[in-house]
């Protein structure tokens, strides 16, 4: 399948104008949906002037046809842009529980995960409130293989319906300025994706980039001094390692975790609650690199369109006590606090229709309980799940 035909198809299936691309409208909060809290995480506080003057810029793009409006991480203030605090190291093993879903990273010929040296996220990592605090961003580098690749999440739904204008007016824009980039729609197995060089690559000077949507939330951004096909087999293997959604019998969902999917039981919430399904995001065949997730939602017990939602994430962090730290040095309300002698995290919400959620560890599965409830609530419904919990 080539490119005219990659864009035949995805323009018939979203058929777009460029001209009638349109701003965003800020989030309608009665219908959102809140899976789970770390699904709310983003990757370029770019996401947050979105809500606030409902514009959506997207990497890459330009206002002079060779300017770049944002980079990724730079947010807009009443006196022009706004730069965060650095991004912070992590654990290359903590990449997976600080976006909370399951991360693919490349392996290919000319990368292996081995390969990494280090990780950061981005400075609103958790975000409790995205569409005030802006987004967050996970940063993994392969300098060996002069390999960035940059997790974002939420990827910025409107991404992969724009598509085809996006590039089309960027090749637009390059045919105007000979020898400025070069501008590609590709398909990853099927998945639409777009490479940039030149002025108008993602990654700094130098490098060309692949970004594309993964799953409903997440958006993946893969530079480097590579060429377009070394770049495109690695951005092929992190969509072929990514698990896909599904659904399963919530009956089943203990086997597809490979483990317990303990339920809490309490005055405010009991086991024949919960939602007769639960979505999974695991491969096939457990992996030791990538997690596997079960997501479980009690929808009766929903307040203001939120309802409490518990994911269960395994194989769990190796020091999660330091990583719950970290995050409570970083996150304003945030702390550490005790479930009869287990550490865990609790994050408050910012009002009622922002979730806070508590986060702990359990017969080896990370487990967070998320809903519009007080501290109170959240940690006895957390209490009763390790006390039901198998002996670790």
């Not at 842009?81 to 290359?92: D, E, H, K």
Request: a negative charge; hydrophobic letters at 40%.
């Amino acid at each position: 399948m080539n490119e005219r035909d990659v864009m035949a198809l995805l323009a018939e299936a979203n058929p777009v104008r460029v001209e009638g691309l349109s701003p965003m409208e800020p989030p309608d909060v009665s219908r959102r949906r809140y899976p789970f809290r770390r699904v709310v995480l983003a990757v370029v506080v770019v996401v947050a002037a979105t809500a606030l003057i409902g514009v959506f810029v997207f990497p890459g793009s330009r206002s002079n046809g060779r300017t770049k409006l944002l980079e990724p991480g730079l947010g807009l203030g009443t006196n022009g842009p706004i730069l965060p605090p650095p991004p912070r190291s992590i654990s290359v093993a903590d990449v997976s529980f600080m976006l909370g879903v399951p991360v693919a990273l490349p392996t290919a010929p000319t990368v292996q995960p081995a390969d990494t040296s280090s990780a950061s996220a981005g400075a609103v990592c958790p975000a409790v409130t995205p569409e005030i605090d802006g987004t967050c961003v996970v940063t993994v580098k392969f300098p060996s293989d002069s390999l960035t690749v940059e997790y974002w999440l939420p990827g910025g739904a409107p991404f992969q319906n724009q598509l085809v204008g996006l590039v089309q007016q960027e090749k637009a824009e390059a045919a105007r300025h000979p020898g400025s980039g070069q501008v590609e729609l590709l398909s990853l197995n099927g998945l639409p994706a777009r490479y940039l060089s030149g002025d108008y690559s993602i990654g700094p000077e130098g490098t060309g980039s692949i970004d594309f949507l993964v799953g409903p939330h997440m958006r993946v951004v893969v530079y480097g001094e590579q060429s377009e096909a070394d770049l495109e087999v690695a951005a092929k293997s992190i969509v072929d390692g990514t698990p896909v959604p599904g659904k399963v019998a919530l009956a089943d969902a203990s086997s597809v975790l490979d483990a317990p999917v303990v339920l809490p039981d309490t005055e405010a919430v009991h086991p024949s609650d919960a939602a007769p399904t639960a979505e999974t995001e695991c491969l096939p065949e457990p992996s030791e690199t990538v997690p596997c997730q079960v997501t479980v939602e009690f929808p009766s017990l929903a307040k203001y369109y939120v309802p409490l939602t518990i994911r269960y994430l395994r194989p769990v962090q190796a020091d999660p006590g330091t990583l719950y730290r970290n995050i409570a040095n970083q996150v304003k309300g945030a702390k550490v606090v005790s479930l009869n002698g287990v550490s865990a995290l609790f994050v408050p919400g910012s009002n009622l229709t922002y979730p806070s959620w508590i986060e702990f560890a359990a017969g080896g599965t990370d487990v967070t309980v998320q809903g519009i409830d007080d501290e109170t609530t959240l940690e006895a419904m957390a209490q009763s799940i390790l006390d039901r919990s198998p002996p670790q």
